[in-house]
């Protein structure tokens, strides 16, 4: 793969963008971009379990590296709603320093995808399998936020969904009357203050509020200085955290999840902002950017990065068209995170989980996730498996069965095309079963038997063709009519290879009548049309017809 960032190729071919009034443009965009920013990466980070420190460095160092290297010409990259289930499943289980270095080895392995091109793969994750590990994480994210919402003040909740609403029905009892009011009033603000006030961002807007409401109206409320602590003003120096072989194992199905994750979201992202400006990304190049981003966001002590659906429209929406607009993004974060942080530790935890309740509500896209009962029943139970396991279980397990589900009823459904019909003596190929070049009707010659084989002649439908064959011994000269079958696996030619000695040992000669390119390359990479003989490879039925009475005409056929 050649690694052509966007913003290099933009700055050589089309300098006509970078005018100062462009310029000026996307820096615009890039301050409100990080006015949205700014509360999300506070929340998401917090309710990751690490402080709001860790969001914002990841927003600051991998946001500005993936617009810097990225495929794509508006992503707004940072900490998403995505990661928060699997990184604090990581927290949980190998402490921070284990979240680093599975964000670090994710990193690596999207910089090899992308340089192995796997960008066209991804895109290819069965629907049903994205739209029900993305609702579950919703639902997920959203039971995370009850505790500060209501201001139970609970310690210790367990990690499982089921345990932890247990919880929280148990302890109803403690709910803060003015924390749950101040999360209400963000909600609120959320919800009606873009109708009125477009021009300055919602989540922001809410967090400025109720800071201002808890501050100065003295309510009971907790907020970030309370929860954490004084914040460290510092940017941390780059460093490798703590890595030993027998941690690299026990992390390498974590660091799979969150490449899998940001590749997908990020190429996701990238297809949605195609369609927003009318451009076209490097989804390769954006695969190598993301992983980059992620390896220095670990070196900084930050989280896993992907680009951001909401935050990359938002950019669209103000004027972002070039990777400038992510890089000041990421610059104007920084400016925030050194002289903001005394006033961003004053803003109420209730903000912050009503913030999580919209972006959790957002990225459950209930509508598709309902939609998709009118499908196939296949894919209704990939849906609710991968769902349902994202939210009882966990996302790594969710994700490796709903993909190993799929494909398993992908091969059932190619299964179930694949057909193969006979046609022997005293048989008549008819109009839907004649070439179009075919002349006249075409009588099967007797101890002549025509197969016609349709569908994928893969593994699943192996022993079908083993199974149909089973009885060929009545005839002399065995054609198979492959026109129909647009591939072939390894599975297939061994079913193949297999009737083909039965068929020597009884004296039978096989043709095969207008074979696909596909399947042809892989015969002719086993050596079986040599087996076989080229003369034995024909275009079409007509061909194949005549052949096989050539074959037989020398010789006596036996009287009936």
């Not at 974590?254 to 902002?273: C, D, K, M, N, R």
């Not at 009707?441 to 025509?450: G, H, Q």
Request: aromatic share 12%.
């Amino acid at each position: 793969m050649k690694f052509r960032p966007k913003f290099y190729t933009l700055l050589r071919d089309n300098k006509e963008e970078f005018t100062r009034k462009d310029i000026l443009r996307e820096i615009t965009s890039g301050f409100v971009v990080a006015c949205i920013a700014l509360p999300l990466s506070i929340a998401l980070a917090i309710a990751s379990g690490v402080t709001p420190q860790k969001g914002l460095i990841t927003a600051v160092v991998a946001g500005f590296l993936i617009s810097f290297f990225g495929g794509s010409r508006v992503q707004i990259a940072g900490p998403t709603a995505a990661f928060v289930v699997i990184v604090s499943g990581i927290i949980t289980q190998y402490g921070l320093n284990g979240l680093l270095v599975a964000t670090l080895m994710a990193g690596i392995l999207l910089v090899i995808m992308g340089y192995l091109k796997f960008g066209a793969f991804l895109k290819y994750i069965p629907y049903p399998v994205v739209t029900g590990f993305t609702s579950g994480i919703a639902v997920v994210l959203f039971s995370t936020q009850i505790n500060d919402f209501l201001g139970l003040g609970l310690k210790n909740i367990p990690g499982d969904f089921i345990g932890k609403w247990q919880m929280y029905f148990q302890n109803l009892n403690l709910i803060n009357y003015d924390t749950l009011l101040i999360g209400l009033l963000a909600l609120a603000v959320i919800i009606f203050w873009p109708k009125k006030f477009k021009f300055f961002p919602s989540y922001l807007a809410a967090l400025l509020i109720t800071t201002i409401a808890v501050k100065f109206f003295n309510f009971n409320a907790a907020t970030i200085q309370t929860t954490f602590g004084n914040l460290d003003l510092s940017i941390p120096s780059p460093h490798l955290p703590k890595i030993s072989f027998a941690m690299a194992a026990d992390l390498i199905r974590p660091a799979f999840t969150i490449a899998f994750l940001a590749g997908i979201e990020s190429l996701l992202s990238a297809v949605v902002a195609d369609g927003m400006i009318g451009k076209k990304h490097r989804s390769n190049v954006e695969l190598v950017a993301t992983g980059l981003g992620n390896m220095a966001s670990a070196l900084f002590g930050g989280l896993p990065a992907t680009g951001a659906i909401a935050r990359t429209a938002a950019n669209i929406d103000n004027g972002g068209r070039t990777p400038i607009a992510g890089m000041a993004h990421s610059l104007f974060l920084f400016i925030m995170m050194i002289y903001l942080m005394p006033y961003i530790s004053l803003i109420p935890m209730a903000s912050l989980a009503a913030i999580l309740f919209v972006v959790a509500y957002k990225m459950s896209s209930w509508r598709s996730f309902v939609s998709l009962f009118k499908a196939p029943r296949s894919d209704i139970a990939v849906l609710l498996a991968t769902f349902g396991l994202t939210v009882i279980k966990d996302l790594v397990v969710a994700i490796e069965f709903g993909l190993l589900l799929a494909a398993l009823l992908f091969m059932k459904r190619m299964a179930d095309v694949y057909n193969i019909s006979k046609f022997g003596e005293d048989d008549i190929l008819d109009e839907a079963h004649r070439d179009k070049d075919d002349i006249e009707f075409k009588k099967i010659a007797p101890y002549i038997t025509v197969y016609e084989i349709n569908g994928p002649f893969f593994f699943g439908a192996a022993s079908m063709f083993i199974d149909a064959l089973e009885n060929i011994k009545a005839t002399k000269v065995l054609i198979l009519r492959m026109r129909n079958v647009p591939a072939m696996d390894a599975t297939g030619y061994h079913a193949l290879e297999q009737i083909y000695k039965r068929c020597s040992a009884n004296n039978i000669q096989i043709l095969l009548s207008h074979v696909q390119p596909q399947p042809l390359k892989l015969l002719k990479k086993y050596g079986f049309i040599e087996l076989v003989g080229k003369e034995h490879l024909c275009k079409n039925i007509d061909e194949a017809l005549k052949t096989a009475e050539t074959l037989l005409s020398p010789k006596t056929t036996p009287q009936k």
